[in-house]
């Protein structure tokens, strides 16, 4: 399983060792079956009191095996910067045209 970890850094005025990071949320955003995290690296892009969060993946087409997925895809992630935040994924624009709406 591949996690994505979120920290703030909270400034401890008194702390001699000044700022500490503090886990804010976690999500599962990889595994075997599921999804290949292709980087080690995210883009993160900051828009007023939110992240985006960007990372390359690879999805499994129907004839891949288990062990050699070969969709290239992105997965995207947004982080509100305000207390209390929680990760959320965002569809990707295909999962989108992939989905079939009822009655249309």
């Known amino acids: 399983m591949h996690y994505l970890p979120v920290f703030s850094c909270l400034n401890y005025g008194v702390d001699h060792r000044g700022y500490r990071p503090t886990l804010v949320d976690y999500t599962v955003i990889g595994g075997k079956l599921w999804r290949e995290i292709q980087s ?38 947004v982080v509100t910067t305000v207390p209390g935040a929680r990760i959320e994924e965002q569809p990707s624009p295909l999962d989108r045209k992939r989905r079939k709406i009822p009655g249309n």
Do not use: C, W
């Open 40 to 77: 080690e690296t995210a883009k993160i892009i900051e828009k007023r009191q939110t992240l985006l969060i960007e990372v390359d993946t690879l999805g499994y087409k129907k004839t891949d095996s288990a062990v050699n997925p070969t969709l290239r895809q992105k997965a995207r992630f």
